[in-house]
């Protein structure tokens, strides 16, 4: 007997090579190898994360997934670029306003993104000395740890109870959220349209 993929499995199923697409191209650009390269980053951090604040922040959300207006990252972002002496870059664009069950999927990878951040925030403290302090405050770990918090986060999303079409549109969501995080990252680090990382 084969059992039902759980909803989180799903999402990380259908999302595992979009996922790896961004990571390459995002690790193609040496976000960590200069101060300018990581503002870039940061810029490129503050327009998603802006994109998903209201989501973390909804009311709907915030009854089925405890403390979830305390995980929205986008204020953080904003003071590690303050810190830089920086403001806000402008999304020459219109920004993405995901609704209903796409909502959910942009949610997914805002919240999974913080499991990598592991890895940049090691990076953005050894190479260039910022910490949860100061420049790097928005990759800093959840309190009970990323591992634990994701286990948990993935419990409430399966608890929503959506059914199998609004998973369809969730994960639909997921891959416009990270299909966009790719624009956004060309658009500030100067790429072509249509780039993706060559290693
Ligand atoms: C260089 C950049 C990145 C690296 C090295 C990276 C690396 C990783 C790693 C190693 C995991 C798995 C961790 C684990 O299972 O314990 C992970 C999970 C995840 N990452 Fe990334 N990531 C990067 C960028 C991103 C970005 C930019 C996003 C979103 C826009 C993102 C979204 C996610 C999501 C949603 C998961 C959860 C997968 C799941 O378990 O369902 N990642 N990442």
């Not at 830089?84 to 909502?103: D, S």
Request: aromatic share 10%; charged share 25%.
């Amino acid at each position: 007997m084969t059992t039902q993929p759980t909803f989180a499995e799903r999402l990380k199923a259908d999302t595992r090579a979009t996922h790896d697409s961004v990571d390459n191209l995002v690790m193609s650009v040496k976000p960590f190898d200069s101060r300018a390269n990581y503002i870039r980053f940061l810029n490129l951090q503050s327009v998603f994360h802006k994109i998903v604040d209201d989501i973390y922040k909804n009311p709907v959300l915030n009854q089925a997934i405890p403390d979830l207006a305390q995980m929205a990252r986008y204020n953080a972002v904003v003071q590690d670029l303050n810190d830089l002496n920086q403001n806000e870059y402008t999304f020459n664009g219109k920004l993405p306003e995901p609704q209903g069950n796409k909502a959910v999927g942009w949610l997914y990878c805002a919240e999974g993104s913080n499991l990598g951040a592991a890895f940049l925030f090691k990076d953005a403290k050894d190479k260039l000395g910022f910490n949860e302090n100061f420049g790097a405050r928005h990759l800093n770990a959840h309190p009970d740890g990323r591992a634990k918090h994701w286990r948990e986060f993935r419990r409430h999303l399966n608890n929503l109870g959506l059914d199998a079409d609004a998973q369809n549109e969730a994960v639909e969501g997921a891959r416009e959220a990270f299909a966009f995080y790719k624009t956004a990252l060309r658009q500030i680090f100067g790429l072509a349209e249509d780039a993706e990382a060559t290693a």
